[in-house]
């Protein structure tokens, strides 16, 4: 074919074509309000860059975007993700991982600002894909641009280089394979080699949980830290930045600076949670907020208008009546006020200068009670002797001898490893003998059989240690008085109930295996 004749057929091509291209080429995404065709989320765009999305409750989330032809690219600005959405060629509809919105009234454009060179919003997909490898430095320069996600990745930094180096009380779990897991070899023992694994996975969890339920606050960070963060709340808030800053003064024993955070938290959209938190404190001045180390428990009744526990009453001996009836009990440590729960952990209340207590665990924070009348005069709480578990059996070691030659550890383990294999009954008689020998979390655990399995023998067990004991001061007294024994036992019942129809109702497995479980 001549040169020039393809070129003119080429040229005569384009012409044909040309009038179908303005149909191809998206609407521009009109700035105004999209409503969620499921649901009461809105997504606001203000400009050719931005837009947040609100949805009541919850604190709005920003976002920095970007269309390209019928897509509209958004990063998340609050939690340092992006995304890409599918516009419809009338640009009046938005679908996909926000939901599917819809054009509801259209307003005028906010002026954009191109970002500055080199800063973090001129390239927002890499510095968020980069945030988690900056350095403290980088992430307050992206901060400073208010880039909430960048906030908290500084600030998690922070509690990361806090946490490094606590020493932990559980062992390393053993993670390499065993000889009896070892296919092929004299050794190999596939029931011996499932403990194995279940043993390793089961200190696996508990170190990973350790600091979630050690009951304790998280380790708090330097005062120069905790300022620079509050200055940042301040000058830059964000809903959930600052709801974080208020955490870690609140886990700082610094009141003032979480009652700040939490006011910048609650006025940039932060939840009504928030904001309820943040009002309860609002009425006391600096001075009142202070902590006062406690001398001796609290007496009477108290109330909060927030936090998990909305009325506590303090009686004798530590015992502690919560609304709904349940009895725990207080004891001193630290100069706060530590209400064990059934769940492994505490309650804390912080006494103010103010002589209100102040909720500083995860299900009360903020929480502020106040004497509300009640008893005046309470006994003293008695001190339990409690045997620490040591960690005298390591990992690798036969667990079955270590619990003979009466190292807890060993018992410990083996009861584990029958309540891991759905076996609480033969988890029972390892757990009593931590019980007896003092170990609180054995004689936890042995209510956690009654919990799973209904055995009336337990509660009479605990109660057998603390006569057999003849001082009151045997842990197993502790847990036998404030154990709500009859309600464990219906949602035992319960549980049994429920375990043989949803055994029928489940599919059959795979060669038709047979249950090992009593």
Partial sequence: MPHSFRTRLLALLAL??????????ATPLACGTYQAVDGGARFIVESTHQAVRIYDGQPPTRYLIRQQGQTLHAADLSNGFSADYTLSADGKRIGGLLGDYVLERTARCNASPAAPANSCRADIDGCMDS??????????????????????????????????GQPSNLPEPDLAEPAVCREGTPAFDEAACRAAAREALGLALAKA??????GGPAPALPAVQLDEVLQLCQRHPDAGFCGKVADAHLDAGRYPGAREALQQACAAGGEERTCQRAQALAALDVADLAAVAATALPCGDYAASTGLMDA???ADQGLVSMSGN????????????RIRHDKGGDFVLQ?????????????????????????????APVAYAE???QQDCPAGTDTQACCAAGKLQGCNTLGHRKALAGDWAGAAPYYQTLCRAGVRAGCENLRSVYEHTGDEDIPGKLLALCKQDGTGRHVACDLYETTDWAMLGMGARLMQAVEPAAADDAPAQAGNRTSHRK
């Fill in 326 to 337: 349940s009895v725990l009990r207080a004891r001193l440590e630290g100069g706060a006020v």
């Fill in 131 to 164: 945030a988690y490898s900056a350095t403290p430095v980088q992430l307050k320069q992206w901060c400073q641009e208010d880039l909430p996600f960048a906030c908290e990745r500084l600030l998690s930094s922070y509690v990361e280089q806090a946490r490094t």
């Fill in 209 to 214: 949980m350790a600091g979630t339920l050690a």
């Fill in 387 to 389: 045997t620490p578990l």
């Fill in 16 to 25: 044909l074509l040309l009038p179908a291209l303005p149909a191809m080429a």
């Fill in 312 to 314: 506590l009453s303090f």
């Fill in 351 to 379: 006494p103010l200068a103010s002589g209100q207590l102040l909720g500083v665990d995860e299900w009360n924070r903020y929480a502020l009670y106040q004497r509300t009348g009640g008893t005046t005069h309470c006994s």
